[in-house]
């Protein structure tokens, strides 16, 4: 049996409570989850692609809701009063628990005609809209989270957010100052957008690992699809970087997302990437 | 709303036998109520009484259908940690309505103590316990619940063991009493 619950603010002692008794709030979403893709907060999910988490009930962001064994009749009905203070709302179906958030946005109070047998006009006062995708869905047989924007999420999931990496000013400022970047006079730290510290963060991952031998050989293999765009001066082994995008351009190179096609010899840029296992 | 009319209408059954005994107690028939209709005195005061009674009888029959339109919850196989037969822990609580209403002398003294006790049952939200249940064939069960919530289970059916209880659809009164239909 499928119910729909919501969590209520400001209620301490029983935050969650039961909505509508008997009744299936979204269409089943069915992902294979190992199609889903790790969190990264550079990725740009495509439109039927989900992130997931795994191993969700161990992460100190997962609510305790969902690390029991649920059971319907522990939860009190929704008060009246209680309405406009939902936080989010999620629906167990079949043993998963899909999300959603609740934002003033959701509750409409118009004035709508409604067709039936004859047009009429409703006032809509203290209704709440369904999305026709959850925000996020628990899969519990997996102890999986999918969801598809974590800055949504996150108001659920609190703390979800330290999934979400940005580079400080002072990681921009030790990547800027690499032995292979040259700065023009009028950029620096505070011109880096917001994307691009995003992308110095797992940058900044990706050349830890690199050996000293494989650091070289990118510089040629960035210069080699980039010459045009990012200048590298042949004495010093500097790139150097004046706008935003350059900046962009050699992250993607440091990713290695700059690659050729096998037929047809077309040289591509990866906007998005994901490990093929 | 609709809930709210639903658990007025327990609270009536559940108390209505307090105005029952004090009828009999007081031999007030039918022909004491309606004295224009000639043909009632004659009727015997046993019948009247059994009338009176029909009433909340009939209405937790009507009560009984009504909750099928309650919300409803389900029972789990291995969801129930303890059950516990309550019929009889009720009976003596119940009984002091009877003494209650046989100590009744007047109207004032009877409309007085009704209300009070309507008013406490209704409040009391734990449960509705109302014996004309028993005739209808219910039993009550105190139950608690793997996570150690305890409900009360209005139900056809004999549990003895947790195990027992697994239930697709039981209807919801409020949120710790729960009626199964079937």
């Known amino acids: ?277 | 709303m609709t809930n709210i009319a639903f658990r007025l209408l327990l609270t009536f059954n559940a108390t209505s036998l307090l105005l029952i005994v004090f009828f009999a107690q007081n031999k007030m028939d039918l022909g004491h109520f309606f004295p224009s209709c000639e043909w009632l005195a004659e009727v015997p005061k046993l019948i009247s009484y059994l009338a009176y009674l029909s009433l909340p009888v009939l209405l937790t029959g009507v009560s009984i259908w009504l909750s099928s339109y309650l919300g409803s919850d389900e029972f789990k196989q291995g969801d129930v940690q303890s059950i516990e037969h309550a019929n009889n822990s009720f009976l003596p609580s119940y009984l002091g309505y009877f003494f209650v209403a046989i100590g009744v002398s007047d109207w004032t003294t009877l409309w007085f103590v009704y209300v009070v006790l309507f008013a406490f049952t209704f409040l009391s939200q734990a449960l509705y316990f109302n014996p004309l249940f028993l005739l209808f064939g219910y039993e009550f069960y105190n139950i608690k619940t793997k996570n150690g919530v305890v409900v009360f289970l209005i139900s056809r059916h004999r549990y003895r063991k947790p195990d027992d209880v697994c239930i697709q659809e039981a209807n919801r009164i409020n949120n710790y009493t729960f009626i199964e239909k079937n």
């Open chain 1, 1 to 277: 049996m499928n119910h729909v619950f919501a969590r209520v603010k400001s209620e301490r002692k029983k935050p969650f409570v039961k909505v509508l008794s008997n009744h299936t709030l979204f269409e089943a979403v069915n992902v294979d989850v190992s199609f889903c893709v790790p969190y990264v907060p550079d990725h740009n999910l495509d439109e039927d692609a989900w992130f997931k988490v795994e191993e969700f009930s161990q992460k100190v962001f997962c609510i305790d809701l969902l690390k029991s064994t649920f059971d319907s009749k522990e939860y009190e009905d929704l008060k009246k009063d209680q309405f406009q203070k939902i936080s989010y709302i999620f629906s167990v179906q079949g043993g998963d628990f899909y999300f959603q958030k609740v934002s003033p946005s959701v509750f409409i109070s118009k004035k709508i005609i409604a067709f039936g047998e004859i047009a009429k006009i409703e006032e809509s006062a203290g209704r709440m809209v369904v999305n026709s995708l959850p925000d996020a869905v628990y899969l519990k047989a997996k102890d999986t989270l999918i969801f598809r924007s974590l800055a949504t999420v996150s108001s659920i999931f609190k703390g979800i957010d330290e999934l979400y990496r940005e580079a400080t000013n002072e990681d921009v400022g030790n990547f800027l100052d690499e032995s292979f970047i040259a700065l023009d006079a009028g950029y620096g730290i505070q011109s880096v957008s917001k994307p691009n510290r995003k992308r110095i963060a797992l940058a900044m991952e990706t050349l830890d690992s690199m050996s000293d031998l494989d650091r070289q050989n990118m510089l040629t293999y960035i210069n080699g699809y980039c010459n045009e765009t990012l200048k590298l001066d042949p004495a010093t082994r500097k790139f150097t970087v004046s706008k935003d995008d350059e900046l962009k351009l050699l992250l993607y190179g440091v990713e290695q997302r700059f690659y050729t096609t096998p037929f047809g010899n077309e040289k591509r840029i990866a906007n998005s990437v994901m490990a093929i296992k």
